[in-house]
C-alpha cells in the first residue's frame, strides 16, 4: 500500500458524459501527478500540482482538466468522453522534487474508466 | 523530446534463468527509476538511481545506471515465477528539475512471463 488512495475504483459510463476522478497523495507529500494509462499509447503523463499549483502539463487533452485544493488531494475532471478515453488512470504523489533532490513518485492504485 | 525505449518489450523466461532488461534514454539525466506492475495493479516503486555507476539491489533484482551511455539495465538473478509482472523504467527530467517540472517520463515496459 504506497499510501496514495483513489476514488472510485471503477467508473463505467457513456461517451459525451461527465466524470471527477479524485486522489489523495500520501501524508506530507505536496506534489501529485495524474497518468493515463491504455494499451496503445502506454503510461502517458497528464498534469502535475504542487502545493496547489499547477506546475506541468504532459499530454492532457482540453477536454480534461485538474485541480489541487488546499487539503492537497486532487480531482481529475474527464468530459465529453469518447470510447478512446477508456483507460486506467492514475494519481500519483511525491514530496516534490526539489525537496529531496529526486522525484521518486508514489501511485494510488488507479481508476479504470470504461466509456461506452 | 524525452524519449525512454526498453527492450525487450516482451520477455518469456525459464525459472532459474538470468537475463537483463535494458532501458535507454535520450537526454542528459542523472535520475533513473525502476517501476513494477502486476496485471491490474498499480506501479510499484522498485529502485531510485541517482547517480552514474549507481547499483541497487534487491532479492533476485539488481539495477545499475551509467548516464555516459544513458542506459540502466536491471538485471534478473534465477529468476521464479513470482517476478512475473512488467517493469517499467522512468527519467526524471532533470533539465527542470529544481524548476517547474518534476514529471517522470516512462518507458514502455517489459513484460516478463517466468515459466516452470
Known amino acids: 500500500d504506497s499510501g496514495v488512495t483513489q476514488t472510485p475504483k471503477h467508473l463505467i459510463t457513456a461517451t459525451g458524459q461527465r466524470v471527477t476522478l479524485r486522489c489523495s497523495p500520501r501524508?506530507?507529500?505536496?506534489?501529485v501527478y495524474w497518468y493515463q494509462q491504455s494499451l496503445d499509447q502506454g503510461l502517458q503523463f497528464l498534469i502535475q500540482y504542487y502545493n496547489g499549483e499547477e506546475r506541468a502539463k504532459g499530454n492532457i487533452l482540453e477536454r480534461f482538466s485538474a485541480q489541487q485544493f488546499p487539503d492537497l488531494h486532487s480531482e481529475l475532471n474527464l468530459s465529453s468522453l469518447e470510447l478512446g478515453d477508456s483507460a486506467l488512470y492514475f494519481c500519483a504523489s511525491s514530496v516534490g522534487p526539489s525537496l529531496l533532490g529526486y522525484n521518486e513518485q508514489f501511485f494510488g492504485p488507479g481508476t479504470r474508466l470504461t466509456v461506452l | 523530446e524525452l524519449k525512454v525505449e526498453q527492450n525487450p518489450l516482451f520477455l518469456s523466461m525459464q525459472e532459474g534463468k538470468n537475463y537483463t532488461i535494458y532501458c535507454n534514454y535520450s537526454?542528459?539525466?542523472?535520475?533513473l527509476y525502476w517501476y513494477r506492475q502486476d496485471p491490474g495493479k498499480s506501479l510499484e516503486s522498485l529502485f531510485v538511481?541517482?547517480?552514474?555507476?549507481a547499483v541497487k539491489q534487491e532479492g533476485r533484482l539488481m539495477a545499475s545506471l551509467d548516464t555516459k551511455a544513458r542506459l540502466s539495465t536491471l538485471h534478473i538473478t534465477a529468476a521464479v515465477h513470482d517476478l512475473s509482472a512488467t517493469y517499467f523504467c522512468a527519467v526524471d527530467m532533470r533539465e527542470n528539475y529544481g524548476g517547474s517540472q518534476g514529471n517522470l517520463i516512462f518507458g514502455k515496459g517489459t513484460k516478463l512471463s517466468v515459466k516452470p
Open positions: 537526454t542528459t539525466s542523472d535520475r
Open positions: 501524508s506530507g507529500d505536496l506534489s
Open positions: 538511481l541517482l547517480s552514474n555507476g
